[in-house]
């Protein structure tokens, strides 16, 4: 129902999903509404908590400059794969730390930038595999 809900707000009133702060959760049908749908260049869903293969898949489609996804605090490796394959910038600054198979992952993000401003605590590895790629963007104490 409150993904109904989001949806008229958005499809009807021009809202961005910010606004309406609504969906916790999406399918991966409701993602690929949505990214057909979606006319702005930003794409805001960080009230998401938690995704699934098939919806990161859908959302990776997005045609706009920028996708936040800042909800997520943990992210599975098959998901971090769906997202590298975005071509814009993707922001995921609500994960607190990533594993090495999940750094290897988006290590192959080809896209605009990929930014993690909310790490925490990162392995000296997988810090090594996130510097691996310029387009990342890392914590500043994190940089050097």
């Not at 702060?21 to 006319?39: D, F, I, N, W």
């Not at 998401?48 to 959302?59: R, Y």
């Not at 800042?70 to 994960?95: F, M, W």
């Not at 992952?105 to 790490?119: E, P, R, S, V, W």
Request: glycine share 6%; with cysteine.
């Amino acid at each position: 129902m409150r993904f109904l809900f989001a949806a008229v707000l958005v499809l009807c009133c021009g809202l961005s999903l910010a606004e309406t702060g609504t969906l916790k959760s999406l399918t991966a049908k409701q993602a690929a509404e949505l990214v057909a749908r979606h006319k702005e260049y930003y794409l805001y869903l960080n009230g998401l908590t938690s995704i699934q293969k098939d919806a990161a898949q859908e959302l990776a489609k997005f045609w706009g400059g920028y996708l936040y996804l800042n909800g997520l605090t943990s992210i599975e490796n098959d998901v971090a794969q769906e997202l590298a394959k975005y071509k814009g910038s993707l922001e995921l600054s609500g994960l607190p730390s990533i594993d090495k198979d999940v750094a290897q992952a988006l290590a192959k993000f080809q896209g605009y930038n990929l930014t993690f401003l909310g790490l925490t605590s990162v392995d000296k590895d997988v810090l090594e595999i996130l510097k691996s790629n310029p387009s990342i963007r890392l914590p500043k104490k994190y940089r050097d």
